[in-house]
């Protein structure tokens, strides 16, 4: 972008707009993944719808690249494009809660952990995420699953309505009612329809759950996870229990004989009676006895802080997933080989549940392609150091060659990792990718916004 374009911008926006030689420039092109290092022409800090249309009518006119920011969190880093213009919502950080009727409007650049504080306070919470830094956009644009799925579904299946500025420049609010085929796109379909400045989402009663933690050695992955997936999609929807392969870290709640151990196990949430929650996952001690338990009412929103501080912002990522509906022989003889190999003390594999409520919503009634998925896998190779980036990126690529086959197919748009193929994103979509372009030839027919997992207008 030449200088003249630059004035041109910062004198019709309002800004402030954030461009290379400004003070404020490699600040704001931080984002959670240190493994990105991008360099936009420019980025529009947007505090209302006002400022995202402005900024839409002004990259579209000046034929710029653009890409949306919200909570910064993509693996793939799509918020920010070498010499692209960010749209960036991170201003819009802002809750609106109806307690009677039970919803909430969030800002379109909030975090997870902003309505999660908002909510609480009126003994409220929708299933979103598991960790409070995660921005509210892309996650629900790509889905959403987290501690409350089995019980509540996908964080789309409790989206009521969204506020939309699409590529034209217009305003429009998307619901079941009011452009019905741009609404059902939303839920999964990314960012590829506009730019949501405010979601509406229905809340649950939801205040202080029984939080668990029950660790294995990583020898015994194998009998952990053959009695895991018998288990949990029988389990009560009261019950959700992530499968994770893990070092254990150097601190509370865990005893210092077991920090630095690699070992396998389920973390926990249980939203039916406290008193309760210790027969809800009794059953754990069916693999053998573990080498930890801990078990503890807490507060929602407490939950979804507790890793915040053990994976924080700048750290290297790369990540890959899929869904699965079973968990076979050959795809633990897998896990088991690589938890046993995790490259850095971070790396991780997740396997979270997305049966039950998720399950119950019919494959058209929204864009997410999955519902007969009851779990998404998410293999993660993390680290502080940028030395180590190649290893946990072949870590990670290694392991998710050798699981693919064992998978549906297709994995949750908001785990693709970086320079995956396009034809991943249609995996994602299944089914569902024929109507998605349909919707983004109406809403989007020159992919004006395509730094996401893009899904191309029908021609
Ligand atoms: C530590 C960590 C934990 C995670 N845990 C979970 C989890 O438990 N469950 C889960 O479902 N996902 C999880 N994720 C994945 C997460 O959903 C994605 O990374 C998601 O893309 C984050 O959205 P964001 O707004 O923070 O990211 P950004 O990088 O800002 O945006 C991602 C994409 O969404 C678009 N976008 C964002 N906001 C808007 C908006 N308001 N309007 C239009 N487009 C928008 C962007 O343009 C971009 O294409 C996790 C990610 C991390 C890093």
């Known amino acids: ?19 290379p030689g400004d003070p404020e420039y490699d600040g704001c092109r931080e984002i959670y993944n240190a493994m990105i290092d991008r360099h936009p022409a420019a980025m529009v800090k947007c505090s209302d719808a006002a400022d995202v249309m402005a900024a839409v009518d002004f990259v579209r006119d000046h ?18 494009v070498e010499d692209a213009v960010t749209i960036d919502l991170t201003p819009m950080r802002w809750v609106r809660v109806d307690p009677e009727a039970k919803t909430a409007w969030v800002g379109g650049g909030s ?27 892309g996650l629900t644009l790509g889905g959403g699953h987290g501690y409350l799925t089995r019980k509540y579904g996908l964080t789309i299946d409790s989206l009521l309505a969204a506020d939309v500025v699409l590529a034209d420049g217009s305003f429009v609010t998307a619901s079941e ?22 979601f509406k989402f229905q809340l649950h009663s939801v205040h202080t759950v029984g939080v668990g933690i029950t660790l294995w050695p990583v020898e015994r992955t194998r009998e952990v996870l053959e009695w895991y997936r018998d288990f949990l999609p029988q389990a009560p929807e009261d019950l959700n229990g992530f499968f994770a392969a893990l070092t254990v ?15 396998c196990g389920v973390v926990w949430c249980w939203t039916g009676d406290l008193a309760r929650v210790d027969e809800a996952i009794a059953a754990t001690a069916e693999p053998g006895p573990p080498t930890f338990q801990f078990t503890a009412p807490m507060p929602y929103p407490m939950l979804q802080t507790m890793f915040d501080e053990l994976i924080p ?47 119950r919503v019919s494959d058209d009634a ?45 994995g949750y748009v908001n785990f693709i990792g970086e320079n995956e193929s396009q034809d991943r994103v249609r995996a994602t979509y299944r ?11 109406t809403y989007d027919p020159k992919n004006l916004f395509h730094a996401n997992q893009n899904i191309q207008p029908t021609v």
């Open 1 to 19: 972008m030449n200088d003249t374009v630059l004035d041109l911008m910062r004198t019709e926006l309002r800004g402030p707009v954030i461009a």
């Open 63 to 80: 034929g710029l690249e653009l890409a949306v920011r919200g909570g910064g969190h993509s693996g793939g880093g799509l918020c920010l």
């Open 111 to 137: 975090q997870l952990g902003d309505l999660d504080h908002a909510a609480h306070a009126f003994g409220l919470a929708i299933p979103a995420g598991i960790m409070s830094t995660t921005g509210v956009g």
């Open 177 to 198: 009612t009011e452009h019905p085929d741009l609404f059902w796109a939303l839920r999964g379909g990314g960012g590829n329809f506009g730019i949501i400045t405010a």
């Open 249 to 263: 870290p150097p601190g509370p709640p865990f005893p210092e004989e077991i920090h630095g151990r690699k070992m």
């Open 313 to 359: 912002k700048g750290l290297q990522w790369y990540w890959r997933g899929d869904f699965f509906d079973r968990i076979t022989d050959e795809a633990i003889d897998v896990h088991a080989k690589f938890a046993e190999n995790l490259p850095t003390p971070l790396s991780t594999m997740h396997l979270y549940p997305v049966d039950a409520a998720a399950s």
């Open 366 to 410: 929204t864009a997410w392609g999955y519902r007969d998925a009851v779990w998404s896998g998410v293999i993660g190779g993390i680290d502080p150091d940028p030395a180590n980036a190649e290893a946990i990126k072949q870590w990670a690529v290694a392991y998710w060659n050798e699981l693919h086959p064992y998978s549906m197919g297709g």
């Open 431 to 441: 089914q569902n990718y024929g109507r998605l372009a349909d919707v983004k030839r």
